[in-house]
């Protein structure tokens, strides 16, 4: 998903917008983990050369429990934020030459960053059911 920052970059440095972002498309993003949906804000502030985006975004998504290999699903809020530039640099997104910026990677990352490393259904999982 990209958003067009055209007329947004032309406003004073040190300006903010926030706009509305969100989809219910099904996404999935590789490791047994599906995006259900996302809904949130992302609040864009002019800086010069660059654009500063603070995201707060809250995700359905499901996965499959590490202990007993069952699908399950999980809410989760949280904020982040990056730079756009359009200059190519390492720790810095490029802002894309029709001037929009691409928001749907940064978000699959910090989804992927603050999924737990052992995923559980629920913190008293008992694992796989054993068969007599």
């Known amino acids: 998903m990209n958003i067009d920052i055209k007329n947004f ?4 440095i040190g300006n903010t917008e926030t706009r509305e972002i969100g989809s219910e498309n099904e996404t999935d ?24 985006a603070r995201f707060k975004v809250s995700v359905d998504i499901e996965t499959i429990c590490d202990r007993c290999l069952e699908r399950f699903a999980t809410h989760n809020d949280f904020r982040f934020e990056r ?18 910026i691409e928001i749907f990677e940064p978000i699959r990352e ?12 629920k913190e008293d999982c008992g694992g796989m059911e054993k068969v007599d």
């Open 110 to 121: 910090e989804i992927i960053l603050r999924l737990p490393m052992k995923k559980l259904c």
């Open 9 to 12: 970059i032309n406003t004073a």
């Open 29 to 52: 993003l590789g490791d047994d983990i599906v995006l259900k949906k996302y809904i949130g804000k992302v609040e864009l502030t002019n800086l010069e050369e660059e654009v500063l």
């Open 83 to 100: 730079e756009y530039t359009f200059s190519a640099e390492e720790d810095k997104l490029k802002i894309e030459k029709d001037k929009t």
